[in-house]
């Protein structure tokens, strides 16, 4: 029975509570901890040479397409005013690029990790609730509402930042130009597509209704019902491009997934041969230096490119290996004294 004062604050007095349970406590050794970290070091070598291997294996075709060189196709398209300026970039590929391929657009020098940007949205609004779609949140500010003072859906820097730039891909067959087609559905986040955003009811058997007395974001040609005019599903907040450029990168050059190729003639990959790449030249990057580029990858069981991993593994597993060596030696010192040091 507990009694009152000091007494009252004290735990029971169990096994649990006074810390009275059989416990193991291992007594370690030098036979025991030479050994484990060479186990450790050597699995992790292993690791790191399998990761790096097939790292290497992994081809990737970078191409810039900003257009500050005078010679470039897209030169043309960074005069301020132009606006759907079409450039095209030409390349080829002397083997078979091994699908399936996924296809980024690329930005340098692009800071979405910024705070202030990262929490220039609505949550609310993004959730399909429409109760906010009249009534902004102030974090949208200075994209909360327009010049005639009507909201902005989707609002905030974030949306309104959304990349806009399309492309289509050729290859050369026989002489003729022909259409590769991107697969653009699903590239964005199971979480985001199915429970982070939602788009909101529609009014009056109309998807558009919902968006009455809103206007689009600033810098969209369209509004968020229209992104997609070939697929109705692809529209509102659960729009792919739109979802992909709201999951926001760590770093200031990051690519971010446009389509894949993977079906058709094209399920092996993309033949060697002579390629054209139509870019729809939108999106404005040279006033703040920032950079542009398409990327044509594969990937394998590990995902895409990634050297650091492999590298990371191998240092850690020479690490170990180097502490055990370090250890032996020290062990062997004192564990063994020349005798003519007595």
Do not use: H
């Amino acid at each position: 029975m507990k009694t009152k004062g000091d007494m009252a604050n004290r735990p029971d007095n169990t096994a649990f509570t006074q810390q009275r349970l059989p416990a193991w406590q291992p007594m370690l050794s030098a036979g025991i901890i030479i050994p484990g970290f060479t186990i450790i070091g050597l699995s992790f070598i292993g690791i790191g040479v399998a990761l790096f291997v097939t790292s290497q294996n992994i081809k990737v075709m970078e191409k810039d397409y900003t257009g500050i060189v005078q010679d470039s196709s897209c030169f043309k398209c960074t005069t301020p005013g132009v606006k759907n300026c079409i450039c095209e970039i030409t390349f080829s590929f002397s083997e078979l690029l091994e699908g399936p391929v996924f296809f980024y657009y690329g930005l340098s020098n692009y800071y979405q990790n910024y705070r202030q940007y990262g929490a220039s949205v609505d949550a609310s609004q993004l959730s399909g609730d429409t109760k906010y779609f009249l009534n902004p949140e102030d974090t949208c500010v200075p994209y909360q509402y327009d010049s005639s003072l009507k909201p902005i859906v989707p609002c905030g820097s974030l949306a309104n930042s959304m990349f806009n730039d399309t492309f289509k891909l050729y290859r050369y067959v026989n002489g003729e130009k022909k259409q590769v087609l991107f697969d653009r559905k699903g590239i964005a986040w199971w979480t985001d597509y199915n429970i982070k955003y939602r788009n909101p009811a529609p009014v009056n058997g109309s998807f558009a209704n919902a968006f009455n007395g809103t206007v689009k974001p600033i810098n969209w040609p369209k509004p968020a019902y229209e992104l997609d005019p070939t697929d109705q599903a692809n529209n509102g907040f659960q729009n792919q491009d739109f979802l992909v450029w709201m999951r926001r990168a760590a770093l200031p050059d990051f690519r971010k997934l446009y389509g894949r190729i993977t079906g058709g003639e094209y399920a092996q990959g993309l033949p060697a041969g002579n390629y054209t790449l139509e870019i729809t030249y939108n999106y404005p990057v040279v006033k703040f230096d920032g950079r542009k580029k398409v990327v044509f990858s594969n990937v394998s069981w590990m995902g895409g490119k990634n050297q650091f991993l492999g590298i990371a593994y191998l240092v850690i597993g020479s690490l170990c290996i180097g502490m055990a060596v370090v250890m032996l030696i020290v062990y062997a010192k004192y564990k063994f004294p020349d005798d003519d040091c007595d």
